[in-house]
C-alpha cells in the first residue's frame, strides 16, 4: 500500500500545508460498512458506518459500554467481525490479523495504557520502528555493517518521534517509571512509530489535567498536520471532541445514533437523551 | 551525547561478561597447569561449561522471552545423543579430536533447533502455566524416545533401530565386523570416546554470549522482550508473535543442544536417564537465582550452585540439607530490599550510575 511519506521524509516540524475541512469526497482511508459483532448473544456492534478522510480528526463518542472500544478492537482485528466490511485505503481487510492491521496502516493506543515496562522509552519507540528499519535476526547476531546502520537510523528516528512531545531527554527512562501522562504520549509516539496512515487513540486524555488536556489537543492537531494522517479518537472529555473534531459519531447500546459536525451533534435531541436521559413530559 | 551513552553502557556491560569470562578462563587454565586442581576438581570444569551454557539458553526462554520451559533438559539430551553418534560415527574418517568435537556440537545444535521447533509448534500457542506444563511433558517424551534407541555404526554407515516394545537388542543391528554400538537403548551411550575439553566449553560459552547478548540488543530481541511486557501492545506495532517466539525457542533449544553434545562427549558412559525433569528444575534455578534475564546473573549462580554441593561433601549426609538452605537464604537475601539499599551504598559507582540513567 502507498504510503504517503517516504521513510525519513517524517519530520515533526509543523508543516504549512491546508488541511480541507472535510476530505471525505475523495478516496476516504477508512470506510466501515454494516459492521458488527456478537457476543454470545449480544450484539455489541451492530450496523456500524464510518467513513473517515485521509487528514481528518474524528471522534468516537457514547456513554460507558457503548462499544466504542470494541469498534477500536474490530478496526484493528483484535476481535474477527461478525457481519460487514472495513475498507482501508480501498482494500479489504478481511481475514487480516492484528499485525497485519498495523503493517497495512492502522495504529492505535490502549485505554488502559499498555506500554513495555521493563523497556527504556526509546527502546519502546525502537519496538514501534520494528517493520520501519527492518533487518534479519541473523544480521543482528552477526552485527553486520546493515545492523549499525538500521540502528542508528532508528535511533535517529526514535528521537525525532520523540521530539513531538519534547521527551527526548527521557529516552533512558524505563518506560514503566515514567509518570501517567508521559506514559500516554510515549502511547501515541511508539504508535506514530510504525508510519501509519490512520491512528487510532482510545481516551488520550484520560487522567488528565485540563491544562495537560489542553496540551494535547494542539499536539493531536500537530500530528495530524505534520504527519497527514487521519486520527480517531474515543474520549469522554467533550471540551477535546468538540475542541478539535471535525467528525463526531455517537454510539450507543452499539448503534450509531448521530454524526455530523460538533454543533449538529450537540443540538441532535437523541444524543442528549443518551447521555442524560428522556425528559418526563409534564 | 546523553542519549548514546545508555546503549553504550549496555554494551560495555556485555563486553564485561566476555572480558569476565576471558580471565576465569585462563586463570583456571594457569592453575591446572601449576597443578593445582586435583582430579575431582578437574572433572567439574566441563560440566560447568556445559550447565553455564543451559543456563544463558535457558534465560533467553525464561528471561527474555517471559515463557517458562520445563523441558530444557529434553533438548540438552537431543544434542548429547546425536553429538556422540556424530562423533563415534566419524571417529574413522576425521582423526583430529577437536575437529571432530566441533562437529558434534553443531550437530547436537542443528538436531535439537529442529526438534525445538517442532516442539515449538503446539507449545508457543499456549501460554504461562499451561506452556510450562507442556513443556514439561515434551521434555520427558524426549527422554523416553532417547531411551528406545538403539544406535551402531560399521562400514556400512549408520543403523538405527527403534526399539519401542523393548524386544529388540543391540544384536538387532547387524552389524559387520569391525562395527560398534554408539546407543543401546536404556544403558544410553557406552564406550564413548572422552574428547570433550574445557577449552571447548570456554569458547562454546563465547558463542553463546555472543549470540545471546547480540541478539537481546537487536531489533529481534527488542520485538522478543515488547512480547514479553506486553503481546497485545506487540502485536498492535505490527510484530508477529510466533515468529519471534519461535526464534527465542529454536535458538534456545540449538544452544542446550550445544552444550548436552559437549557434556555427553565427557563421559564415557551416558544414559538417557540423566537428562531428566530435576535436571530442567537444576538449570532453572540456577536461572532464576542469578536474575531473570540477567545474563552475568545466569553464569555466576551456575558456577557458585554447580560447586556448592562438591564443596560440602565434608559434610556427608547433610550435604543436600545445607545445599538447600543456603539456595532459600541466598533467594531471601538477593531479593530483599535492605539488602539492595546495602550493595547500592557499598557500589556508589552503581548508585551513581542509576541516577543518572
Known amino acids: 500500500m502507498a504510503k504517503k511519506f517516504e521513510k525519513g521524509k517524517?519530520?515533526?516540524?509543523?508543516?504549512?500545508a491546508i488541511i480541507p475541512e472535510r476530505d471525505i469526497d475523495k478516496t476516504p482511508i477508512l470506510e466501515c460498512r454494516h459492521l458488527g459483532i456478537d457476543f454470545g448473544g449480544l450484539r455489541a456492534v451492530d450496523d456500524f458506518n464510518l467513513i473517515i478522510g485521509r487528514t481528518e480528526i474524528a471522534g468516537l463518542i457514547g456513554p460507558n459500554g457503548a462499544g466504542k472500544t470494541t469498534?477500536?478492537?474490530l478496526l484493528t482485528k483484535v476481535y474477527q467481525p461478525t457481519r460487514g466490511t472495513i475498507l482501508l485505503d480501498g482494500f479489504d481487510t478481511a481475514g487480516k490479523s492484528t499485525e497485519q492491521i498495523n503493517q497495512m496502516g492502522i495504529a492505535r493506543t490502549?485505554?488502559?495504557?499498555?506500554?513495555?515496562?521493563n523497556l527504556t522509552v526509546e527502546?519502546?519507540?525502537?519496538?514501534?520502528?520494528?517493520?520501519?528499519e527492518p533487518y534479519s535476526a541473523l544480521t543482528g547476531v552477526l552485527r553486520l555493517p546493515k545492523y549499525w546502520r538500521q540502528e542508528k537510523a532508528s535511533h535517529e528516528r526514535a528521537l525525532e518521534l520523540l521530539s513531538i512531545f519534547n521527551m527526548q531527554d527521557l529516552a533512558n527512562t524505563p518506560a514503566g517509571s515514567l509518570p501517567y501522562g508521559a506514559q500516554r504520549r510515549l502511547e501515541i509516539v511508539r504508535a506514530l512509530a510504525t508510519n501509519p496512515s490512520l491512528l487510532l487513540l482510545d481516551e488520550p486524555a484520560a487522567g488528565m489535567n485540563p491544562s495537560e488536556t489542553a496540551e494535547l489537543m494542539e499536539n493531536i492537531v500537530k500530528i495530524r498536520d505534520t504527519f497527514q494522517i487521519a486520527i480517531m479518537l474515543i474520549e469522554h472529555d467533550m471540551r477535546l471532541v468538540m475542541g478539535i473534531c471535525e467528525g463526531i459519531c455517537v454510539l450507543n447500546f452499539g448503534r450509531v445514533i448521530a454524526k455530523g459536525t460538533a454543533e449538529e451533534i450537540q443540538a441532535n435531541p437523541t444524543v442528549i437523551e443518551a447521555y442524560l436521559g428522556k425528559k418526563k413530559e409534564g | 551525547m546523553k542519549n548514546l551513552s545508555s546503549s553504550s553502557k549496555k554494551a560495555r556491560a556485555d563486553y564485561f561478561t566476555y572480558a569476565g569470562v576471558t580471565i576465569a578462563f585462563i586463570v583456571i587454565t594457569l592453575l591446572r597447569n601449576a597443578g593445582s586442581l586435583n582430579r575431582s576438581q578437574q572433572g567439574l570444569l566441563v560440566p560447568i561449561c556445559c550447565y553455564i551454557v543451559m543456563a544463558v539458553s535457558l534465560n533467553l526462554t525464561v528471561g527474555i522471552l517471559g515463557e517458562l520451559s520445563l523441558g530444557?533438559?529434553?533438548?540438552?539430551?537431543?544434542?548429547?545423543?546425536?553429538g556422540i553418534t556424530a562423533a563415534m560415527s566419524l571417529a574413522n574418517i576425521i582423526p583430529s579430536t577437536a575437529l571432530r568435537l566441533a562437529i558434534a556440537m553443531v550437530v547436537g545444535a542443528v538436531c535439537a533447533a529442529i526438534v525445538g521447533f517442532l516442539v515449538g509448534i503446539p507449545v508457543l500457542r499456549l501460554r504461562g502455566d499451561y506452556l510450562a506444563i507442556v513443556t514439561l511433558a515434551f521434555g520427558e517424551i524426549l527422554k523416553e524416545l532417547i531411551t528406545c534407541l538403539i544406535v551402531g555404526y560399521d562400514s556400512n554407515g549408520l543403523h538405527v533401530i527403534f526399539n519401542v516394545n523393548g524386544s529388540k537388542t543391540a544384536s538387532d543391528l547387524n552389524l559387520l565386523e569391525g562395527g560398534r554400538i554408539i546407543i543401546k537403548g536404556a544403558q544410553g551411550a557406552t564406550g564413548t570416546q572422552t574428547i570433550a575439553s574445557f577449552t571447548a566449553g570456554f569458547i562454546l560459552i563465547m558463542i553463546t554470549l555472543l549470540i545471546v547478548q547480540n541478539l537481546v540488543r537487536s531489533r529481534t530481541g527488542r520485538a522478543i522482550m515488547a512480547i514479553r511486557d506486553n503481546r497485545i501492545a506487540a502485536e498492535s506495532v505490527g510484530i508477529n508473535i510466533t515468529k519471534y517466539k519461535m526464534i527465542a525457542f529454536v535458538t534456545s533449544a540449538a544452544l542446550a543442544g550445544a552444550a548436552g553434545a559437549l557434556f555427553g562427549l565427557n563421559y564415557?558412559?551416558?544414559?538417557?536417564?540423566?537428562f531428566d525433569f530435576n535436571t530442567s528444575i537444576l538449570v532453572l534455578v540456577f536461572v532464576v537465582l542469578g536474575g531473570l534475564g540477567n545474563i552475568w546473573g545466569s553464569i555466576i549462580a551456575t558456577v557458585v550452585l554447580y560447586i556448592l554441593p562438591e564443596a560440602l561433601r565434608g559434610f556427608a549426609t547433610y550435604r543436600m540439607l545445607i545445599y538447600a538452605i543456603v539456595l532459600i537464604l541466598v533467594m531471601l537475601t538477593t531479593n530483599s530490599p535492605q539488602m539492595k539499599l546495602l550493595l547500592q551504598k557499598l557500589l556508589p559507582k552503581r548508585k551513581e550510575e542509576e541516577i543518572n540513567g
Open chain 1, 71 to 73: 469498534v477500536f478492537n
Open chain 1, 123 to 132: 527502546e519502546n519507540v525502537k519496538v514501534g520502528l520494528h517493520n520501519q
Open chain 1, 10 to 16: 517524517m519530520v515533526p516540524v509543523p508543516s504549512t
Open chain 2, 72 to 82: 530444557h533438559a529434553g533438548f540438552m539430551s537431543v544434542g548429547a545423543f546425536s
Open chain 1, 110 to 117: 490502549f485505554q488502559n495504557i499498555r506500554l513495555f515496562n
Open chain 2, 268 to 274: 564415557s558412559n551416558l544414559t538417557a536417564a540423566k
